[in-house]
């Protein structure tokens, strides 16, 4: 499995930015599907974003246009730029990477946006 390692998190403000990081050790790391999902309290898991090997994107629809994920093959890390932040995008953000039908999650952190 992938050792996955984010960092970014923090307590900011409705309307400001953050930008999160995934560090991956992974072994051939441009090949795999990788993602980004959140869980809030009492809430289930839920996507974010992801982004493929030929670096396609795909968004839910509550964060198109204000979040935008990409990937740096040369650093084996992920990004999520997330701006406009609403309260409800408070939740810890976890990192996950996909390959062959294998799953690796990183242990998450938090993103708490104030009203």
């Known amino acids: 499995q992938v050792q996955l390692v984010e960092s970014g998190g923090g307590l900011v403000q409705s309307g400001w930015s953050l930008r999160l990081s995934c560090a991956a050790s992974?072994?051939?790391?441009?090949?795999?599907?990788m993602g980004w999902y959140r869980q809030a309290p009492g809430k289930q898991r839920e996507l974010v974003a992801s982004?493929?090997?030929?670096?396609?994107?795909n968004y839910a629809d509550s964060v198109k246009g204000r979040f935008s994920i990409s990937r740096d093959n040369a650093k084996n890390t992920v990004y999520l730029q997330m701006n406009t932040l609403k309260p409800e995008d408070s939740a810890v953000y976890f990192c996950n990477a996909a390959l062959g039908g294998v799953l690796s999650w990183g242990q998450g952190t938090q993103v708490t946006v104030s009203s």
């Open positions: 992974a072994t051939f790391f441009s090949l795999y599907t």
């Open positions: 982004v493929t090997r030929d670096s396609s994107t």
